[in-house]
């Protein structure tokens, strides 16, 4: 048996250690890479992030590539668990931790904070998203025009709120925004950005839209985990009585979906138009563009027991205009709402959605 050989059969045997069978960053199964410098098994994707960082990390194919006596050694005396206990020490509960589904900017800034920068290796360390105020510019999105403009932005703890300003010297804010309103979410494709970031807030009992990003994949990434520490210290003093563990769900979250679907009116007799969906919890939101700063309007879905329903196919004799043939109808205890999608897959993941929430029993609100 050659040396390589050898190695490769030795990495396969370490890899069936516990922890060791998933990505030591963003939980991937099947792990086909290695830092042989930290003694992590990574994925494919976490791997071209360890590359960025040489200094810190050396990674090497598990299959490909030639491996010494001395790094299999290394991987099997440390391993994902042992290095986990090192790296991940002290994370903060409410420090988002990326899976593979999350974007490139929140994987590459975790793997930095965490190798890099060693932010959670010691208990006690002082954190920027910590601060008790957080100032500084974000490139934010005009609402009529379009355009990315220099906003000065001001979180604060003891205030409990947001607030952004259109000039940097401005004495009132252009908004004000409550911290147990806001929800934010990495949306590098919609913006057009790889660091974009949408913060959805309530205005006026509607929900209004920024969309925002910063140079810099830690600045952005930072604001991101600074509004999640503050809205969790706002959470423990309006629920004096609930654990982390309750609270942190409440934080920010991922939509469940978004895409294009088309819809028709109230009277259902209106042609069908074509709007961008977002479903957000039990809220379904359609805007006429993906970046509009305000829903056109929502529906809400609530649970089977309320008599709210989702249905593929439209009702007999619905006029269907458009190009897109894949009905659904949801039914509310108000009336009918009748969509249809491109693609028979697309039909089929919304309706696995919206069945999904309507099975849910409804969750106590802090919004």
């Given at each position: 048996m050659s040396t390589n050989e050898r190695a490769t059969r030795a990495l396969k045997e370490i890899l069936q250690k516990p922890g060791n069978d998933v990505c030591a960053d963003c939980g991937a199964l099947d792990p086909g890479w290695g830092s042989c410098s930290l003694g992590v098994f990574i994925c494919l994707d976490c791997s071209g992030i360890h590359r960025n960082i040489p200094e810190i990390s050396k990674v090497k194919s598990l299959r490909l590539s030639h491996w010494e006596d001395q790094e299999v050694q290394f991987m099997a005396e440390n391993g994902n668990g042992l290095m986990k206990a090192k790296y991940e020490a002290d994370v903060p509960v409410?420090?988002?931790?990326?899976?593979?589904?999350?974007?490139?900017?929140l994987r590459e800034q975790w793997i930095r904070a965490k190798y890099e920068r060693k932010e959670f290796s010691k208990p006690g360390k002082s954190l920027t998203y910590e601060s008790e105020t957080r100032e500084g510019t974000l490139m934010k999105r005009g609402r009529d025009n379009g355009q990315f403009l220099n906003r000065r932005f001001v979180l604060?703890?003891?205030?409990?709120?947001?607030?952004?300003y259109?000039?940097?010297?401005?004495?009132e804010p252009k908004a004000v925004i409550k911290v147990d309103t806001i929800n934010a979410t990495f949306q590098p494709e919609k913006i057009g950005n790889p660091n974009g970031l949408q913060i959805t807030y309530l205005k006026d009992y509607s929900t209004r839209n920024i969309f925002v990003y910063?140079?810099?994949g830690k600045e952005i990434v930072d604001w991101f985990n600074s509004i999640r520490a503050v809205q969790l210290q706002y959470l423990r003093v309006a629920f004096p009585?609930?654990?982390?563990a309750e609270l942190v769900p409440k934080l920010t979250?991922?939509?469940?979906?978004?895409g294009y679907m088309e819809k028709t009116g109230p009277r259902q007799t209106e042609?069908?138009?074509k709007r961008w969906f977002t479903l957000d919890q039990r809220r379904l939101m359609y805007f006429k563009d993906p970046l509009d700063a305000f829903a056109k309007g929502e529906v809400f879905l609530g649970n089977n027991d309320n008599h709210y329903s989702a249905s593929a196919g439209l009702p007999p004799g619905t006029h269907c205009n458009g190009a897109w043939q894949y009905g659904i109808t949801i039914e509310t205890p108000d009336r009918s709402f009748l969509f249809t999608c491109e693609t028979e897959s697309d039909q089929l993941d919304w309706l696995k959605h919206f069945k999904n929430v309507s099975l849910k029993s409804h969750d106590y609100k802090h919004k």
């Open positions: 409410y420090y988002y931790k990326p899976t593979h589904k999350d974007c490139q900017v604060s703890e003891r205030e409990g709120n947001l607030k952004y259109t000039k940097y010297d401005a004495k910063h140079d810099s009585g609930a654990t982390d979250r991922n939509f469940v979906k978004e042609g069908f138009k």
